[in-house]
């Protein structure tokens, strides 16, 4: 069955950075676009960014871009966010999210994983 | 960039009542629309892709329609295990944007 376990999650000091990981299994990973959407304490979504299934395409949300980094390793099955220059109204859950279909058109989430929860307080 | 409106942002309604819930683009995005359920301290679930096209194992009372800037989600028949926010997303073209969500819960 398809699994995304988010890693790396914590308490960072404002202006601090963190990396989260999301470890893929159940699926071949190296099919499919793979995004990172957020949450924030009582608030709706936020989608974040997305990477092609190759990694040659990527997108960012303004609230992040400059910031923020997208990564795969296909070899690994993982997805990675590099999260630098971080503020408090960066604090929320971190999801990890792919792709209902293997195709650009198939972006809306399929699947989530657990989420990470990122505080950014001093 | 496009933006998502949802309307109502909340509502009540008795079980077994039919609910709609209206998503609308501030441009068209064809079909490319999906939505969304969150049930309190869950992960959201895809109920509906392609705006209309149920997700597996989603039961038949949730039916999606729409194309261009309005979309609709209808529930035809209120069940106490649907109190959850429901959100609609985007994904023509990035950015692939929510929108704000709507509270559905039970009179």
């Known amino acids: 069955q398809v699994q995304l376990v988010e890693s790396g999650g914590g308490l960072v000091k404002p202006g601090g950075s963190l990396r989260l990981s999301c470890a893929a299994s159940?699926?071949?990973?190296?099919?499919?676009?793979m995004s990172w959407i957020r949450q924030a304490p009582g608030k709706g979504l936020e989608w974040l960014t997305y990477i092609s299934d190759s990694g040659s395409t990527i997108y960012y949300a303004d609230s992040v871009k400059g910031r923020f980094t997208i990564s795969r390793d296909n070899a690994k099955n993982s997805l990675n966010l590099q999260m630098n220059s971080l503020r408090a109204e960066d604090t929320a859950v971190y999801y990890c999210?792919?792709?209902?279909?293997?195709?650009?058109?198939?972006?809306?989430?399929?699947?989530w994983g657990q989420g990470a929860l990122v505080t950014v307080s001093s | 960039d496009i933006q998502m409106t949802q309307s109502p942002s909340s509502l009540s309604a008795s079980v077994g009542d039919r609910v709609t819930i209206t998503c609308r683009a501030s441009q068209g995005i064809a079909n490319y629309l999906a939505w969304y359920q969150q049930k309190p301290g869950k992960v959201p679930k895809l109920l509906i892709y392609?705006?209309?096209t149920l997700q597996s194992g989603v039961p038949s009372r949730f039916t999606g329609s729409g194309s261009g800037t309005d979309f609709t989600l209808t529930i035809s028949s209120l069940q106490p295990e649907d109190v959850a926010t429901y959100y609609c997303?985007?994904?023509?073209?990035?950015?692939?944007?929510f929108g704000p969500g709507t509270k559905v819960g039970i009179k």
């Open positions: 392609a705006a209309s």
């Open positions: 997303q985007k994904y023509d073209s990035a950015p692939d944007t």
């Open positions: 159940g699926f071949t990973f190296s099919d499919y676009y």
């Open positions: 999210a792919r792709g209902y279909l293997t195709d650009y058109y198939g972006r809306a989430v399929g699947y």
